[in-house]
C-alpha cells in the first residue's frame, strides 16, 4: 500500500464497506438464484481468507518493509498511525449507524 496511514485505512473501511454492501443488497438481486449447497461455506471460507490476505498486506506490508530497511521507529509509527485511523473510521462507521438506524428501524436517536 502507501506510506500514507489514511490511505491505508480508507482502503480497508471501503473494502469492507463494499463486501457487506455486496452480501446485504446480493441477496435481495439474486433472489433464490442459489441452492443451499456445500460451496456455500466455501465461498465464505474463501471471502474470508482473502479478506485476511488484503487486510494483512495494507497494514503490514509497507511497516515491516521499512522496518526490514533499518527504520524501525518509522515503521511501527506508519503501523500505528494506520490502525488509529482505521479505529476512527470504524467509531465513524458505527456512529452514522446509530444514528440513521436499520433499514425498516427508526436510529438510536430518532422517535
Do not use: C, W
Amino acid at each position: 500500500m502507501t506510506t500514507n496511514p489514511f490511505y491505508n485505512a480508507l482502503f480497508a473501511i471501503l473494502y469492507i464497506m463494499t463486501l457487506v454492501a455486496g452480501v446485504f443488497y446480493g441477496s435481495d438481486f439474486l433472489g433464490d438464484f442459489f441452492q443451499e449447497s456445500i460451496f456455500l461455506p466455501m465461498g465464505f471460507l474463501a471471502t474470508f481468507v482473502l479478506s485476511a490476505a488484503l487486510m494483512g498486506y495494507t497494514f503490514l506490508y509497507q511497516p515491516l518493509l521499512l522496518i526490514l530497511d533499518g527504520h524501525r521507529k518509522k515503521g511501527v509509527e506508519l503501523f500505528l498511525y494506520t490502525v488509529v485511523a482505521f479505529a476512527a473510521m470504524t467509531a465513524l462507521v458505527i456512529f452514522i449507524a446509530l444514528i440513521v438506524g436499520t433499514v425498516g428501524g427508526p436510529g438510536i436517536f430518532t422517535d
